[in-house]
Nanobody, 114 residues
């Protein structure tokens, strides 16, 4: 079965950058699609970005388009989320998830922007 482990969260000042990593283990067929989601305090979970093995164009939510970049290293079975120009409202618990729709979730990594 698929397991996902996120890392790279932390505290950063407004305008700063962080790179999140999502290391996946398990059958490649179960990780065709991997996405990043955010759970901000008092808000619903939001899908931020997603990447597919067989689709060249990734998905970005409007809230992060132009600031966040999702990428995939298939050899390492790892998906990254490069986050630039971070804003206070980017604060939250960041999860990666596999599947379309997402059905396997990591434990989350906290991002705090102040």
């Amino acid at each position: 079965h698929v397991q996902l482990v996120e890392s790279g969260g932390g505290s950063v000042q407004t305008g700063g950058s962080l790179r999140l990593s999502c290391a996946a283990s398990g059958p490649a067929s179960s990780t065709n699609c991997i996405g990043w989601f955010r759970q901000a305090p008092g808000k619903e979970r939001e899908g931020l970005a997603a990447v597919w093995l067989l689709q060249s164009r990734p998905y970005y939510a409007d809230s992060v388009k132009g600031r966040f970049t999702i990428s995939r290293d298939s050899a390492k079975n790892t998906v990254y989320l490069q986050m630039n120009s971070l804003k206070f409202e980017d604060t939250g618990l960041y999860y990666c998830a596999a599947g379309d729709p997402a059905n396997v979730w990591g434990q989350g990594t906290q991002v705090t922007v102040s």
